[in-house]
């Protein structure tokens, strides 16, 4: 008896050294935002600032176009989500649940660039959106993100896991594809599309390395991107970047929160069946 609760009190604490581990960082973040420059700055570095001051989350609405920014940032999560659900579902259901020619090996060629860094396409993507003449551009954002491997793969485990014999008695009831994928498969696999909603609004939100190479317009950027000018050469506006970084995570901690019951449910249940 003495062992289990032995046990369970270092698992506790472990437990609590995780959450710190975690947490501290974000709470650093909020901290530092309330900070002067010479406060962050400060060595050795202090915790908790003599004064919060607000100064740095209103200079920084003026430092930069912050609301285009963050419309910005908005719009390419938005339609980089909804499109790429779309997207990866119908292909999704296709790899699953339809028999055409060849679909084991187009299916093994869109799972293999999953094993590809992400670097190698940004040359071909940008030299496809210049030739589009989409360059510098709100729709050069999220065009290259349109669809995923990885969402195309985690929706295929959902739909993979539903019975057979609910297209079997749809298809008996006259029901054609799209109606069997729209209003029956669809609506079965939700916790899976709430875990696609979340990973890839994360991803688009978070995106830096793409914003920056195809836009150069401050106006036409994202809010990393945006957030990386302050930088300095000599000086950076440290307490201006955790205010901004401090809006710009507000939004995904929000969704995750929302919706985290049916995202724990859906990455628990993805690997259901193979």
């Not at 609590?16 to 900070?35: A, D, N, Q, Y």
């Not at 729709?139 to 969402?151: E, K, T």
């Not at 317009?217 to 957030?227: F, N, R």
């Not at 019951?261 to 259901?272: D, L, P, T």
Request: hydrophobic share 55%.
């Amino acid at each position: 008896m003495k062992s289990k609760n032995s046990r369970k009190i270092i698992v506790h604490i472990l437990l609590l050294l995780g959450i710190t581990i975690t947490v501290f960082p974000f709470v650093w973040m909020i901290l530092t935002s309330f900070k002067t420059v010479g406060e962050a700055m400060q060595i050795p570095p202090t915790i908790f600032p003599k004064k919060f001051l607000t100064d740095a989350y209103s200079s920084i609405v003026t430092a930069l176009p912050f609301g285009r920014v963050y419309l910005n940032t908005i719009i390419s999560t938005v339609v980089t989500t909804v499109v790429q659900v779309l997207f990866c579902s119908m292909a999704a259901y296709a790899f699953a649940r339809i028999e055409f020619p060849f679909k084991n090996a187009i299916f093994v060629l869109v799972l293999s660039v999953l094993m590809v860094p992400g670097q190698i396409f940004l040359i071909p993507q940008y030299r496809i959106v210049q030739s589009l003449g989409l360059l510098d551009t709100i729709p050069a954002l999220f065009l290259p993100n349109l669809f995923s491997a990885f969402g195309t793969f985690l929706l295929r485990q959902f739909f993979m896991s539903l019975p057979k014999e609910l297209e079997e008695a749809a298809l008996l009831d006259g029901c054609n594809r799209f109606q069997i994928f729209g209003k029956i498969m669809l609506p079965l696999t939700k916790a899976g599309i709430v875990s696609l909603v979340i990973f890839t609004a994360k991803f688009a939100w978070n995106d830096f390395m793409w914003p920056l190479i195809v836009n150069t317009s401050m106006d036409k950027m994202t809010l990393g991107p945006a957030l990386s000018t302050l930088q300095g050469q000599y000086t950076t506006k440290y307490p201006m970047q955790m205010a901004g970084a401090v809006m710009a995570v507000i939004p995904i901690i929000v969704l995750f929160f929302v919706f985290q019951k049916q995202f724990i449910e859906g990455v628990a249940q993805s690997g259901i069946k193979g």
